[in-house]
């Protein structure tokens, strides 16, 4: 059975800092995970990626504020959030895309930064 569960959404003020936390079990071992957001009336986005190897990719609105972690022992992957913006506020998903092409999204956390 697959399962993944976000977390650690919240409301913030600008500049405060939030971690989010998605919990997969099931999945299997070689898989890419990601963090994607989606503001209301805009598309989803790329936040930052992390590949079975350790690779890290962020995307320009993430770099150098966000870092993404995982710890393979709790089958869990975090994004630690600092230096929050106002446009920052959106629904966080977990992606988990896996070696044999399938995709799969949680249901979101949300995140709101207040001015």
Do not use: H
């Amino acid at each position: 059975v697959q399962a993944q569960v976000e977390s650690g959404g919240g409301s913030v003020q600008a500049g405060g800092s939030l971690r989010l936390s998605c919990a997969a079990f099931g999945y299997p071992q070689c898989k890419t995970l990601s963090w994607y957001r989606q503001a209301p009336g805009k598309e989803r986005e790329f936040v930052s990626g992390i590949d079975g190897d350790g690779t890290t990719r962020y995307a320009d609105i993430a770099k150098g504020r966000f870092t993404i972690s995982q710890d393979n022992a709790k089958n869990t992957l975090y994004l630690r959030m600092t230096s929050l913006k106002t446009e920052d506020t959106a629904m966080y998903y977990c992606r988990i895309w896996t070696c044999g092409g399938f995709t799969y999204w949680g249901q979101g956390t949300q995140v709101t930064v207040s001015a």
